[in-house]
Every structure is written in C-alpha cells, then in structure tokens.
C-alpha cells in the first residue's frame, strides 16, 4: 500500500520546493534570529541599562555601584544567556525524541513571551533581577532551538539541499545580529527609555512561527526511523518533494533503519563512549568550541567598546557597528549560495583562516593607533573581517557537520553534546574577555588567531568532504579512521588501498558494520 503513493521519477532526489523553502524560513525566522538578536541587541543599551543597575541600588541601599562590582553585573547580565542555552541545549534530545523536531519547536516556542514579559516590565518594577531572569529564559529557548533548527533541516533537505538549507539558520543569525544593531540605533529604541522594549521585541518573530509552522510536517527520517510511521513519512516526504521520486530516499532511510535496528536512541554518555563514532564526536568538539573561541562572541558582545578602543569618534559608533552588520548579511547568503559549489571544507578552512589573520591584524592596529593615524581604520576593518570570515562559513557548518556526521541514532546525542560546548564556550567568552582585555590589552586577540589557525589546520587534515554524501556513506568515511573497517586486498599492492576495495567486515552493536 505504502508503494501507490509513490510518484515515478528519473531523478533521486528532488529540488528546491516552496515548501522546503518556507520551513526553513519559519523555523529560522523565529528561533535562530533570535539568537542573533540576543547576541547583540546589549550592545547598544549598555550604559543605560548599567545606569539602571546603578540607579535601583541607590534607591534601594543608598549607595551605588563601584565600576568592578557594576561591570560584573554588566557581564553576568550578557553572559547568564549563554547560561541559560547550556540548559536548553542540555534537554535537547529529551525533547527531539519526545516532541520530534518540529514539535520541540513549537513546544519551546512559549519561553520567548515569559522572557519577553520579564525584559519588557524590568524597567517598571525597578528590578534588574527581572532583566537577568529574561535573559536566562530566552537563553534557554536558543539553547533548545540552535540544535533542532539544524537538526529538522538536514532531516527534510534532499542531500543536495542539505548545505544550501542548512546554512538557512546562520543567515537569520546574521539578520537577527543587524536587526538589533538597526533597531538600536539612538533615532529608533537606542533611547534610554526604549531598551525594555528593545530587549523585549523578541516576542514577534516567534508568534509568526507559532501561528505558521505547525501547519507544516514532521520530519520524514524522524516519523520512519523513531515512530515507525511509513505512511506518515511518505505524506511527508510528498510535502517536502513535491513531484520528485521518493522511493529511493525511502529506501535509503529503510536501509538506516535496518542497521540501526538494535540501537535504542542513543544517550550523551553512550555517544562519548561509542568507540564507532569517537572520530565524529571529536570533531564536533573542535569545531564547536572553536566556534565560540574564535573571538566572534567578543566581537558581537562588545562591538561598541571594541571600536571606543580603536578611537572611532563615539557619534560614529553605532552607524559603524551598522554596517557591520550589512557585511553579516551579504557573507552569510555568499555562504549560503555556494557550499553547494564549493563543500563544507573550503569554507571552514578558509572562513577560520581569515579570522585568525584579522585577529593579529586588530593587536597590530591596537598597538600602532597612536603612532599611525590611520591604524585605527585598519582596526574596524579587521572587524568587519572577522564577521564576514565567521559568517561565511564557520557560522553555520559546525552545525551542519553535527547533523550529517551521525546516523539516526546518535544525532540527539550529538547536538546534546555540540550545544552545550557551544554555550559554555559562549558563556566562557561573553564572561571573561571584559576582564581579559583590561589585563592582556591588544594582545588578547592573539589567542582567538592561535585557536582560528588550530581549526583550521584540524579542518585540513582530519574532516572529510560530506558534499552530496548520504548519512550512511559519511558514516563510512570515517569508519577506517575509527577502526572499524577492515581493508581487503583484491589484486591490489599492499601499499595501494582504492576505496572500492574496502569492505565493513563485521556486525558491530551500533550497526555501522550492516552496509
């Protein structure tokens, strides 16, 4: 029965649908912006809301604030978001397993209006507490939705899709980044009595998606593989492809099912423990937290301190810190258009590459300002740099390697793992570099350009091209790294191995060794 639905078809997979296009758009457009937007809408508030901070303690001690004790407060208050995202990044699988990935969306979705509530009304109740609280909440929503956004996409994309539709999130990112930098603009909320409601808009793009996406299916692999429903897969794989063959992306996820029959969904412990896997889970690691310390966050976080230091004119500031964030924009869709074209790898390798140089490009600038006039505009133009390296690639592939390194059972587990190094990492850096740039001064940036080489190089030498690869056949190019693969030897010199002639030899718990 399940056969008379499929349409015949020359072609494997199918192409770019208005329906592929609209979910991505939907669950990018109220999760991942947001996450952009949170990034950065501090920036342009700090000194009022630092007022507000020195304010409620003078009417409730009668003292204020020393400026150490004031910029922890500050610090905390940017930093207690990536806080929260551990949390949510920590009920990732529990909640991709239970709701599916379109249903931890749509559940998780009420976090944003308790947040919203609490950022909005803080100024009114005179509480900074209630500023902290929105922040932590919010941070929570992100956490969950930075790993099921990535997660639903790579799942619904065509494998020739997946790279185009997967980058779908770090463009809204980027969008969310410039749209906090707009919106925070002295002509527009950058007032002192706008921030609540700056930091409280948050709430309008997830009531688009809340009101639309629950309109749209599940995840196809999700239905087959975890909830067993073919029928329900095939309606929405017909959803997804419109008129494009779905029997062998059936089949394809059928022979997935069959290998990992005997594997349960798999747990954090057991995927850090799976010896099958240890290469992924590794690379997953590096490039995650390299994500995070490349010095991105800093950037984001303290766009406007970073250029006070560089000696910009402080009425120029927030127009500079603008456009930044138009060449956010236009890298991310360059990034977007042509992984496709070029790969995973090139755009990694050559997007850390580029930071790391624009972060010794900024300790040069820093330490020559003073001498040389116009070392200071090298200095924004190393942070423009460091945006558009980031943006271009190493925004948005770390989370699409995590979907595509692992089969159907290790996934959850693995943004388990991805999302939380992230976040830490986050909160690692949103913490400390106040305090780091006070001590190391200019030099601080050298360690972001030591860690953007390290990925770099670790790109170069030990992460394959999943181009146009399915799950199980990138499962398999990292087999003989994880010694699983034993290499027969047919007609062929023993120090000549063609790929053609390496085989899976045994049945291994995990089912790798089924294919």
Not at 134 to 147: M, N, P, W
Not at 190 to 213: C, N
Not at 324 to 336: A, P, Q, S, Y
Request: with cysteine.
């Amino acid at each position: 029965m399940a056969e008379e639905v499929l349409i015949p078809s020359d072609e494997r997979f199918g192409g770019l649908t208005r329906s592929l296009l609209a979910v991505a758009f939907l669950s990018s457009f109220g999760s991942s912006m947001l996450y952009g937007y949170n990034l950065a809408v501090v920036n342009s508030p700090t000194e009022y809301i630092k007022d507000f901070y020195n304010q409620t303690m003078w009417s409730r001690h009668g003292s204020s604030l020393d400026e150490q004790t004031l910029t922890v407060y500050y610090s905390l208050t940017v930093s207690i978001f990536a806080i929260g995202g551990t949390f949510g990044a920590l009920m990732v699988g529990t909640l991709v397993t239970k709701y599916g990935r379109k249903g931890a969306l749509v559940n998780s979705a009420g976090l944003v209006f308790i947040a919203g509530g609490f950022m909005g009304f803080s100024r009114a109740c005179s509480s900074p507490e209630m500023v902290i609280i929105g922040r932590f909440i919010t941070g929570v929503h992100s956490g969950i939705s930075l790993s099921v956004v990535p997660m639903y996409l790579g799942e619904i994309a065509p494998k020739n899709l997946r790279g185009f539709l997967g980058l779908m999130p770090s463009i809204h990112i980027c969008l969310g980044v410039f749209s906090a930098q707009v919106l925070g603009l002295h002509e527009l909320l950058g007032k002192d009595e706008h921030w609540p409601l700056l930091l409280s808009l948050v709430v309008f793009p997830t009531m688009i998606q809340l009101v639309l996406l629950p309109w749209f299916p599940e995840s196809p692999r999700y239905l087959l593989m975890e909830k067993k429903n073919i029928h329900a897969s095939i309606t929405a794989l017909k959803w997804y492809r419109d008129k494009a063959n779905i029997q062998a992306e059936i089949e394809e996820m059928q022979e997935e099912q069959r290998s990992l029959s005997s594997v349960q969904t798999m747990s954090v412990f057991g995927l850090l423990m799976d010896q099958s896997v240890r290469w992924q889970v590794i690379t997953i690691i590096v490039v995650n937290i390299g994500m995070q310390l490349s010095g991105i966050d800093a950037i984001w976080f303290y766009t406007n301190t970073i250029f006070e230091n560089a000696g910009i004119p402080a009425s120029q500031i927030q127009y500079t810190t603008v456009a930044t964030g138009v060449i956010e924009v236009i890298t991310g869709v360059l990034g977007c258009f042509t992984i496709e074209r070029v790969g995973r790898r090139p755009l990694m390798i050559g997007g850390f590459t580029f930071m790391g140089l624009c972060c010794a490009g900024i300790t040069l600038s820093l330490l020559y300002q003073t001498q040389i006039a116009f070392m200071r505009y090298i200095s924004v133009l190393c942070v423009v740099g460091i945006i558009a390296g980031f943006c271009i690639g190493p925004a948005g592939v770390p989370f699409l390697m995590t979907a595509e390194l692992f089969t159907q059972s290790h996934r959850p587990a693995a943004y388990t793992v991805a999302g939380c190094l992230n976040w830490l990492s986050n909160f690692t850096i949103g913490f400390v570099f106040p305090f780091l740039q006070m001590s190391a001064g200019a030099y601080c940036y050298l360690v972001f350009c030591a860690i953007c080489m390290s990925v770099a190089a670790y790109t170069l030498f030990i992460i394959p091209e999943t181009k146009n690869k399915t799950f199980v056949e990138i499962s398999q190019m990292f087999a003989a790294r994880n010694g699983m693969l034993d290499i027969t030897m047919n007609d062929v010199d023993s120090t000549e191995v063609d790929g053609d002639n390496l085989k899976l030899s045994r049945m291994y718990p995990n089912g790798y060794g089924t294919l």
